[in-house]
């Protein structure tokens, strides 16, 4: 299984300014912060944002965050939208991915395709 990913940013601060408040809306925290790597999770890091000096690449794939329900979707959605995001997909179902997927789909400030999405 997967022990975390990173999505190398352009701008740090930039990026965790949407990311604070997504991942707040999901339960989860920042559980590491230095000049170059911010790392969220539960019980242990799992998503990391990082500078490495480079040029963000836009539009190479996408991560899907897990929501507790179609209010977390919603709420995730608000706050990435509020905080630097681009909406690529308002909540609502998806019935191409399964009977119960609710999602909604933005755009981080580097323009990486962020999915919140339940299966309740």
Known sequence: ???????EVSDLDRSSRFYDPVFFALGARRMLASDHAVAYGVNAPFFWIVVRGNTA????GHVGLAAAGR??????YRAGLANG???DGAPGPRPQYGRSCYAA???DPDGFRVEVVSRR
Not at 57 to 60: K, S
Not at 71 to 76: L, N, T, Y
Request: no cysteine; proline share 4%; net charge negative.
């Open 1 to 7: 299984m997967i022990d975390h990913i990173g999505f």
């Open 57 to 60: 690449q836009p539009g190479y």
């Open 71 to 76: 209010a977390a979707v919603e709420a995730a």
């Open 85 to 87: 995001g681009a909406d």
């Open 105 to 107: 789909y933005m755009l």
